[in-house]
């Protein structure tokens, strides 16, 4: 199975910052590789597929980048609904994997 | 618009079986994968399987091989998982998720289902 590291498993933000979230994978998973964003008690929302492709109706402070095993997803001026717990996800081959989740927290 | 609906919270004992419905709307049935993926209390998300809800054709994630079986209903455009020989760290919320593809399997999911918990204790 692919795995993934994200880190940092934790940050601590204030509104308006920048931030960026790394995913690393254990083996070359050229672009295939997607962002969630989870809110306590609820399902995860698509952000981000194949690495830079923003889902539709996700605002345009978020994007992603990378490519084979080294991704990221950076959010520009973080608004009071971005603090919430990331994800990334390979979909390159099954099983897909999951990261273990960044939890950004306002500071 | 776009809905799954899943089926009500379980407590179950060890060794049982459980079987959460997922009841799709507002798209073809039979147009995108259907995925489970569960998130154990304070874990991560881990995928469970997938669906073509076209053939009924299933992919397993290995560790539930033999013990999951995903089904779905035409008549009524919902899915199923089953669960058995069920175990205390099978304790997770269950969520069911439209793959975004198009008749094909992407395998990221742009509609989720609200989650069903399902606690395994004696």
């Known amino acids: 199975d692919i795995q993934m590291t994200q880190s940092p498993s934790s940050l601590s933000a204030s509104v308006g910052d920048r931030v960026t979230i790394t995913c690393r994978t254990s083996?070359?998973?050229?672009?295939?590789l997607s962002w969630y964003q989870q809110k306590p008690g609820k399902a995860p929302k698509l952000l981000i597929y194949v690495a830079s492709t923003l889902q539709s109706g996700v605002p345009s402070r978020f994007s992603g980048s990378g490519s084979g095993t080294d991704f990221s997803l950076t959010i520009i001026s973080l608004q009071p609904e971005d603090f919430a717990t990331y994800h990334c996800?390979?979909?390159?081959?099954?099983?897909?994997?999951f990261g273990q989740g960044t939890k950004l927290e306002i500071k | 618009q776009v809905q799954l609906v899943q089926s009500g919270a379980e407590v179950k004992k060890p060794g049982a079986s459980v079987k959460i419905s997922c009841k799709s709307s507002g798209y073809t049935f039979t147009s995108h994968y259907l995925q489970w993926v569960r998130q154990a209390p304070r874990q991560g998300l881990e995928w469970m399987g997938r669906?073509?809800?076209?053939?009924?054709?299933?992919t397993y994630a290995q560790k539930f091989e033999g013990r999951v079986t995903m089904t779905r209903d035409l008549s009524t455009n919902t899915f199923y998982i089953e669960l058995r020989s069920l175990r205390s760290d099978d304790t997770a919320v269950y969520f069911c998720?439209?793959?975004?593809?198009?008749?094909?399997?992407?395998?990221?999911?742009?509609?989720w289902g609200q989650g069903t918990l399902v606690t395994v204790s004696s």
């Open positions: 669906m073509d809800p076209g053939g009924g054709s299933t």
């Open positions: 998720a439209r793959d975004r593809g198009y008749y094909t399997d992407y395998g990221d999911f742009d509609f």
């Open positions: 083996q070359n998973i050229r672009n295939y």
């Open positions: 996800q390979q979909t390159f081959t099954t099983p897909r994997t």
